[in-house]
């Protein structure tokens, strides 16, 4: 398996990037990069080369053990079985929004904590720029909410600005009796 010799400036370059994956990971749960990753391009573009490498028997054995080691996924995201497994729980939050009426999932939802953990990383997908567009669209369709916040507390923007303007929520209560505070209006990107 001769792609790339293992010199030590492209060592050192490969070492970089499986540093900035290893950051990606603890920040994400996850090695499933975008390939347009806003915060680190240079990233997305080397995770898929890295699969691609693999796939065509190109990725020295110590890389792809160092990838593997780190939990690495080799095929894209997009695979039938990631799609099924988005579907299915967004079938369950349409499911939620039947009963209650509205897709504010509590943090702590007995019922189905994978659920509410399911909905925070949405949330924090989209804050993030990193929630497919199609995703985002099917769940805007829903009415999803993607801003929370509870009573008297500053509302925290994506941009990490703040603002108490009541006038721009309307309560909701969860079925918990958690009193929440929900965005109206459009769900439009900024």
């Known amino acids: 398996l001769i792609s790339q010799s293992l010199d030590p400036k492209s060592?050192?370059?490969?070492?970089k990037q499986l540093e900035a994956l290893r950051s990606y990971k603890e920040d994400h749960g996850d090695c499933n990069v975008p390939r347009l990753y806003q915060r680190d391009k240079s990233l997305g573009t080397w995770v898929s080369t890295q699969r691609s490498r693999n796939s065509k028997n190109q990725l020295e054995h110590?890389?792809?053990?160092?990838?593997?080691?780190l939990g690495f996924v080799w095929k894209n995201s997009r695979?039938?079985?990631?799609?099924?497994?988005?579907?299915s729980?967004?079938?369950?939050?349409?499911?939620?929004?039947?009963?209650?009426?509205?897709?504010?999932?509590?943090r702590k939802y007995q019922q189905d904590q994978s659920l509410s953990d399911w909905v925070s990383k949405q949330r924090h997908l989209k804050s993030k720029n990193q929630l497919e567009h199609d995703r985002k669209a099917?769940?805007?369709?829903?009415?999803?909410?993607?801003?929370?916040?509870?009573?008297?507390q500053k509302f925290i923007e994506s941009d990490g600005s703040t603002t108490d303007s009541d006038d721009k929520f309307e309560g909701t209560r969860d079925d918990e009796g958690d009193s929440r505070k929900s965005e109206t209006g459009s769900q439009a990107d900024s």
């Open 11 to 15: 060592t050192k370059k490969w070492d």
């Open 62 to 69: 110590v890389r792809k053990a160092k990838l593997g080691e």
């Open 79 to 87: 695979t039938p079985q990631y799609t099924d497994r988005w579907l």
């Open 89 to 106: 729980v967004y079938e369950r939050l349409v499911e939620y929004k039947t009963i209650n009426g509205n897709c504010n999932v509590p």
């Open 138 to 152: 099917k769940m805007d369709e829903l009415g999803f909410t993607w801003k929370l916040r509870f009573p008297d």
